[in-house]
Structures are given as structure tokens and as C-alpha cells.
Antibody, heavy 120, light 110 residues
Framework: QLQLQESGPGLVKPSETLSLICTVS??????????WGWIRQPPGKGLEWIGS???????YYNPSLKSRVTISVDTSKNQFSLRVSSVTAADTAVYYC????????????WGHGTLVTVSS | QSALTQPRSVSGSPGQSVTISCTGT?????????VSWYQQHPDKAPRLMIY???KRPSGVPDRFSGSKSGNTASLTISGLQAEDEADYYC??????????FGGGTKLTVL
């Protein structure tokens, strides 16, 4: 069974870049049977899909975030990452990394989530 | 890509049934049979309750059921129990490898 664990700074200054890593255990990130993604949830608010990465096939982003977001993979460390540039207080959220099997249009596995606060 | 529309809150007494709606467009909910529902308790990661509109993962009680008509999907919980009190989110494929969530519904068991 796959396990996902987010890590990264809990505090980021406005206008800087938020960077998070998701470490995958129990399976290989380079297996093309999976796709990987990020979802966030501002405090007290709803879930928002950020984007999904299909290994060797492409990365797709929420149109509202596309200009500021990058999702990439590091196969040597079995990790994938999220970068959000030019952050504001509106980017304060719990960030979840997620996994799905190819052909599944739902999230199969979630990380526990990590809170990132944007504040000076 | 706009968030799917859900009622902010619903409530019911133990043993009763409640239905949570999720309204989108023909580009998401109405265009694909790929709506899933998640239950989220405070400070917990979401839990999958329904996928592909009507299917239930193993371990999810059969009190939970899903349906869809046109651009609106629904989650029905019958025989409400205290532990069903949580936030519920719908999630739909929106084409071109993009997805969209509903705004979430807080279920209160009276």
C-alpha cells in the first residue's frame, strides 16, 4: 500500500516561492500505472485541486493557478514536488499530496497534509 | 473552471436520510461519469466514500449511495449515525486531465 508524506517549510513570506516535497513509500514513483498530484485546503475552507503529474506523459494544472505552479518528479529520491511562486496570504492552506491509479478518476491515496502559512 | 456548487450545510436526526447535491456543468459533472465523494472529519485527510458516481469502495457502509442526473450529482446517506457528522466534498473530472471540487457541505447529525 502506498504511503505519502509531505514535507517543507511551514512558513513562507509573501512574494516568495512555496516549495513542498511528497515522499512516496510502498511503490515507485516512476511506475506509469500511477499519477500524482497536489490538493490544498485553506483553513476553514474547501478543497482545491492544484494539479496532476503523469510520469513521462505530462503535467496538468488548475487554470486559476497555472501561471504560478510547477509540479515535478525526482525519481532518484522517489519524490515529487510542488512549487507555487509569488505567494500571498490566499495561498495559506493545508497542502495534500495525492496518488491515483491510471484510469481512476478519484484520489486513491492521500498524504496527511501539511500546513503552509504565508506571512511576513 | 469554477467550483462545483454544494449546499453549505445539511442536517438530519439519527436514523434519517439526507441528500447532498453537487451541481456543475456539462463540462464536468454532466459530461462524465467520474464524480467521487469524500468525507472529511476535522483535521483529517479526506476519505473516499463514492467513486464513478455510484460505486462504493470496500469498507464504506452501504448506507452511502451516489447518483447523478444531468449536471447534478447527489450523495445520499441513509440511517444517519453520529459518526457521519463531517464535511463532504464532491470531486469531478472536468476534461483535459483537470479536476474540480465542490465547495463542501457540513453535515450535522442532530
Amino acid at each position: 500500500q502506498l504511503q505519502l508524506q509531505e514535507s517543507g517549510p511551514g512558513l513562507v513570506k509573501p512574494s516568495e516561492t512555496l516549495s513542498l516535497i511528497c515522499t512516496v513509500s510502498g511503490g515507485s514513483i516512476s511506475i506509469t500505472s500511477y499519477y500524482w498530484g497536489w490538493i490544498r485546503q485553506p483553513p476553514g475552507k474547501g478543497l482545491e485541486w492544484i494539479g496532476s503529474l503523469f510520469y513521462n506523459r505530462g503535467t496538468y494544472y488548475n487554470p486559476s493557478l497555472k501561471s504560478r505552479v510547477t509540479i515535478s518528479v525526482d525519481t532518484s529520491k522517489n519524490q515529487f514536488s510542488l512549487r507555487v511562486s509569488s505567494v500571498t496570504a490566499a495561498d495559506t492552506a493545508v497542502y495534500y499530496c495525492a496518488n491515483s491509479y491510471i484510469g481512476n478518476y478519484w484520489v486513491d491515496y492521500w498524504g496527511h497534509g501539511t500546513l503552509v502559512t504565508v506571512s511576513s | 473552471q469554477s467550483a462545483l456548487t454544494q449546499p453549505r450545510s445539511v442536517s438530519g436526526s439519527p436514523g434519517q436520510s439526507v441528500t447532498i447535491s453537487c451541481t456543475g456543468t456539462s463540462s464536468d459533472v454532466g459530461g462524465y461519469n467520474y464524480v467521487s465523494w469524500y468525507q472529511q472529519h476535522p483535521d483529517k485527510a479526506p476519505r473516499l466514500m463514492i467513486y464513478d458516481v455510484t460505486k462504493r469502495p470496500s469498507g464504506v457502509p452501504d448506507r452511502f449511495s451516489g447518483s447523478k442526473s444531468g449536471n447534478t450529482a447527489s450523495l445520499t446517506i441513509s440511517g444517519l449515525q453520529a459518526e457521519d457528522e463531517a464535511d463532504y466534498y464532491c470531486y469531478s473530472y472536468a476534461g483535459s486531465y483537470t479536476w474540480v471540487f465542490g465547495g463542501g457541505t457540513k453535515l450535522t447529525v442532530l
